[in-house]
């Protein structure tokens, strides 16, 4: 055995753990499973983001106990630049995190138990947890490694940094439906975005607070070759016992799809591979279950369990996601973050309920109805008429105007409170949209119009008496500066909805695509960092023992999408040829100092010569100093 410590007292502590772990049989608690990371470079930027793989992970002593999330970041590959927190001793001992996202359970702050150490491990602040992150502290061209860890170690990624080219286009969502809330996408990883692929959002009719959606790539059919599995399917269970136990068990034949939560619909295909015969959907012959995408042989007389079968199917890649709080937590897409913003249902009195048609100045005040009024997710016109259009339901009041209801296109009942009868909407009057709620009509929102007040016309006249000048104001006139609404004009009355099955939201991909004029436009902001170029660069490696100085580097900056790199000296010899072929996002090409004879160059003033096929050709220079 091997134990290793920073001094004496160190080695001991670690022969002590060493020790204990041999005891306990090598039976110990398990840190959560790594998560996948992915990390996407940006100008000054990068993006982290990774999947929810290790929320699963269950400890063999402690169960389900995965707490959060811990991210890293170093310039070389040991994280030693992060290896900075010390125990009692001064020992080095953790690494210092860059950020944490811990589960809101009530547990943040130091462990109240410390390690044998010295140390007490941060739990988090409660934030919530996240599944992306951007380092806005990073240099371009310095090359960087991450690791996510879930409170152990986790996927490391090298990357560096980059400027991309200011001459890259990505595009819109569309929503249908009456739902007032809010559908943004975030682009964490712009290079797998597909081109023209249409993603659709639909919503489940659930209460409010428990609203969930849905999100599928209307393009992406899947076509897959499986096989049939033999396996007993437990039918039957002694509930006596805890937990419950199989008592009684099925042998079912099961092809099993790699995607869960398939679309049942008239685009699922089930074929024989080798006689290409296709079956049609027949719950005699063979049913789906779409939650786990098993399907299942119901006869097995007809459908041949020896062989293959080719089955062609889509699938919803988020369903019934809670998240629709503006929350970091849905997954990524093809490079996509969703971000859902629900809205509570609740009239709108901010401006957003108002005369649509007209010129009249009367200002609304607008709310549910007092009186036990039912909120309801319509939006309504009242629509003004020169002769009576529609009967009041309290006292069976005529009145000059009718309630529409404009979310499902039918007139609606209404109560008009008018104080001076005159049948159409005056000052102080209200209406009062109603709905059928247990057979009875119930109110929902109420608007009650207010006229502007009369402006008063004075003078001031001044008249000289035994006691001195004595000014009199006199009223000349009064002025009615109020606009009553008039046959033809419109008031609506908007409210915020949340969304609910009626709302369909679709959103078309648009992978990024390279404007040459643009790009031709931005050739003159080709350029070299560091420039000019002393001895080393701040995104050089750090020098150690184990690798050496490392390569000494500078980049070519703001560079089209495909071009060839020509580096002369003075004197007109070539020293370098570069060939930059990269994706959209990245416009920078580094550059070792090597010639092209893999010798150091010298130092002195060097030319550079850009030449994009099809975008033009780009001049300049730049300097190395040793």
């Known amino acids: 055995t091997l134990l290793f410590g920073y001094d004496y007292n160190d080695l001991f502590r670690s022969a002590q753990i060493v020790q204990r772990i041999y005891n306990a049989g090598y039976r110990f608690t398990k840190a959560p499973e790594k998560p996948s990371l992915t990390a996407v470079p940006g100008d000054g930027r990068v993006t982290l983001y990774w999947d929810d793989f290790a929320e699963q992970s269950r400890d063999p002593v402690h169960g389900y106990d995965f707490a959060g999330y811990l991210i890293f970041r170093g310039t070389d590959h040991g994280f030693s630049d992060a290896f900075v927190i010390t125990d009692a001793q001064g020992n080095p001992t953790l690494h210092k995190p860059i950020a944490q996202f811990d589960l809101k359970d009530g547990l943040s702050g130091p462990h109240p138990i410390e390690s044998e150490n010295g140390i007490h491990f941060y739990m988090g602040d409660d934030t919530g947890l996240h599944h992306s992150y951007v380092d806005t502290t990073v240099v371009n061209g310095q090359t960087y490694f991450y690791a996510v860890v879930s409170y152990d170690r986790g996927d490391t990624i090298e990357i560096a940094p980059y400027k991309p080219p200011t001459f890259y286009e990505a595009d819109g969502i569309k929503h249908v439906g009456p739902g007032t809330g809010t559908v943004s996408i975030d682009f964490l990883d712009p290079a797998r975005v597909k081109d023209g692929h249409t993603y659709e959002i639909t919503f489940d009719d659930t209460l409010q607070e428990n609203l969930t959606f849905n999100m599928r790539d209307k393009d992406l059919f899947i076509s897959e070759l499986k096989p049939v599995e033999i396996k007993y399917e437990y039918t039957a269970f002694d509930t006596t016992t805890s937990p419950p136990t199989p008592v009684d068990s099925v042998l079912r034949a099961i092809i099993r799809l790699s995607n869960p939560y398939v679309i049942d619909d008239e685009n699922f295909a089930l074929f024989n591979a080798d006689s290409s015969q296709k079956f049609e959907r027949d719950s005699t012959l063979f049913t789906l279950n779409p939650e786990t995408g098993w399907i299942y042989i119901e006869d097995t007389t007809r459908l041949d369990i020896r062989t293959q079968y ?220 560091p420039n000019p170029y002393v001895a080393a660069s701040e995104w050089e490696r750090k020098p150690d023992l184990r690798s050496g100085r490392g390569d000494r580097l500078l980049y070519f900056i703001h560079l089209p999408k495909k071009c060839t790199i020509r580096v002369y000296t003075l004197s007109g010899e070539l020293v370098q040829t570069l060939e930059h072929d990269s994706i959209m996002e990245d416009g920078s090409e580094a550059w070792d100092l090597l010639s092209k004879d893999q010798m150091e160059i010298a130092y002195g003033i060097y030319i550079f010569h850009v030449d994009a096929p099809g975008v033009g050709q780009q001049i300049g220079k730049f300097a190395v100093i040793k």
């Open 310 to 529: 080719y089955i062609k199917y889509q699938f919803y890649h988020i369903k019934n996601s809670p998240w629709v709080e503006g929350d970091d937590n849905n997954p990524y897409i093809d490079g996509m973050k969703i971000i859902i913003r629900n809205d509570s249902l609740k009239v709108d009195n901010q401006g957003g309920s108002r005369f649509i048609v007209g010129e009249s100045n009367f200002y609304p005040l607008v709310s549910r109805y007092p009186n036990q009024g039912i909120p309801v997710p319509y939006d309504y016109w009242i629509v003004l008429t020169d002769t009576v259009s529609a009967t009041s339901s309290n006292g069976l009041k005529p009145c000059k105007f009718f309630v529409l209801n404009v979310t499902d296109s039918v007139e609606a009942p209404f109560v008009f409170l008018n104080t001076n009868n005159d049948s159409t909407i005056s000052d102080q009057d209200a209406v009062i949209p109603l709905i059928k709620y247990n057979n009875r009509d119930r109110g929902t929102w109420q608007v009650k119009f207010f006229a502007p007040q009369d402006s008063v016309v004075t003078r001031d006249s001044t008249y000289l008496t035994e006691n001195g000048f004595v000014t009199v104001k006199d009223t000349i006139a009064t002025i009615s500066i109020a606009k009553p609404p008039k046959p033809g004009d419109i008031f609506l009355i908007r409210s915020f909805k949340p969304f609910s099955s009626k709302d369909v939201v679709t959103y078309t991909s648009k992978a990024g695509i390279i404007d040459n004029e643009q790009a031709r436009e931005q050739l003159n902001t080709v350029a070299v960092v």
